[in-house]
């Protein structure tokens, strides 16, 4: 979940190229949990997911909240709390990321680090209990720029679009392989409950594989809406037992700083 949680952040914000059309904000969204496997031990949930972007004088500073209430089958609920926050700079160069996680159900997860990138090839720290060196090779994408090309391939209106992306949100996987298929412009489900909100938005369907394992199914997906200012209006990201549905609930523009 992590890792689709650090997407989501990307998905509001694009780069400096389109800094103008873009919203600086701060969304939040209404989740709630649907089961789809009766065997699941998963019966429902409820919570909340909050992304903030303010655009600096260097870069991206993105901050996304997380919490949720898992209800599981034995009568028992659960509770999840994240934050992760990163920084990504204007040129896609420098990227670094924290990570605080504390779950009922899987634990606690703390950890940061940072990467720089030279041509083809991203080295960096990742800090937890220890400080690891890593190092990948291969064109991987920084998450700001796999969103430029993939709003570039909406508005080119192309339909499919493959890459591996640096996302950092889950430490375990911190690059992930992603297929992106692009559906026709459409009126968004949202135009006319947030005035702030463009009326038009592309469906788009994402499916995440590991990076390097050649898999057919895909472990997540998820199916969003996206207008041209970067804002998601909505998501649904489906974990095989059960999805994950956000509906936009509050929209906050901030007003953006001269540098």
Same mark, same amino acid.
């Given at each position: 979940?992590?890792? #689709?949680?650090?997407?989501?952040?990307?998905?509001? $914000?694009?780069?400096?190229?389109?800094?103008?059309?873009?919203?600086?904000?701060?969304?939040?969204?209404?989740?709630?949990?649907?089961?789809?496997?009766?065997?699941?031990?998963?019966?429902?949930?409820?919570?909340?997911?909050?992304?903030?972007?303010?655009?600096?004088?260097?870069?991206?500073?993105?901050?996304?909240? $997380?919490?949720?209430?898992?209800?599981?089958?034995?009568?028992?609920?659960?509770?999840?709390?994240?934050?992760?926050?990163?920084?990504?700079?204007?040129?896609?160069?420098?990227?670094?990321?924290?990570?605080?996680?504390?779950?009922?159900?899987?634990?606690?997860?703390?950890?940061?680090? $940072?990467?720089?990138?030279?041509?083809?090839?991203?080295?960096?720290?990742?800090?937890?209990?220890?400080?690891?060196?890593?190092?990948?090779?291969?064109?991987?994408?920084?998450?700001?720029?796999?969103?430029?090309?993939? #709003?570039?391939?909406?508005?080119?209106?192309?339909?499919?679009?493959?890459?591996?992306?640096?996302?950092?949100?889950?430490?375990?996987?911190? #690059?992930?392989? /992603?297929?992106?298929? #692009?559906?026709?412009?459409?009126?968004?489900?949202?135009?006319?409950?947030?005035?702030?909100?463009?009326?038009? /938005?592309?469906?788009?369907?994402?499916?995440?594989?590991?990076?390097?394992?050649?898999?057919?199914?895909?472990?997540?997906?998820?199916?969003?809406?996206?207008?041209?200012?970067?804002?998601?209006?909505?998501?649904?990201?489906?974990?095989?037992?059960?999805?994950?549905?956000?509906?936009?609930?509050?929209?906050?523009?901030?007003?953006?700083?001269?540098?």
């Amino acid at each position: 979940m992590r890792y #689709i949680l650090s997407l989501l952040i990307y998905l509001i $914000f694009t780069n400096y190229c389109f800094s103008s059309g873009l919203l600086s904000h701060k969304a939040s969204y209404n989740l709630t949990l649907e089961r789809k496997n009766t065997n699941s031990l998963l019966e429902g949930g409820a919570g909340k997911s909050t992304f903030t972007f303010k655009k600096t004088c260097t870069g991206w500073s993105l901050k996304e909240n $997380f919490m949720i209430t898992y209800n599981l089958a034995n009568k028992k609920s659960a509770k999840s709390y994240s934050v992760f926050k990163t920084f990504e700079d204007f040129l896609s160069k420098k990227f670094s990321f924290e990570h605080n996680d504390k779950s009922e159900l899987s634990g606690e997860i703390n950890y940061s680090g $940072f990467i720089k990138k030279k041509d083809k090839t991203l080295s960096g720290k990742l800090i937890d209990k220890n400080i690891n060196d890593i190092s990948y090779e291969g064109g991987i994408l920084l998450p700001t720029e796999h969103l430029i090309k993939l #709003i570039n391939f909406a508005k080119d209106e192309k339909k499919f679009f493959h890459s591996d992306v640096f996302f950092g949100s889950s430490k375990k996987n911190l #690059i992930k392989s /992603v297929t992106a298929f #692009i559906g026709q412009k459409k009126p968004s489900s949202e135009k006319n409950k947030y005035k702030s909100l463009k009326k038009n /938005v592309w469906p788009i369907k994402l499916a995440f594989y590991n990076y390097q394992q050649k898999k057919a199914t895909p472990e997540t997906e998820i199916s969003l809406e996206i207008d041209e200012e970067g804002v998601v209006h909505y998501y649904l990201v489906d974990y095989g037992d059960y999805n994950m549905v956000g509906k936009l609930d509050k929209i906050k523009v901030f007003k953006q700083k001269k540098c």
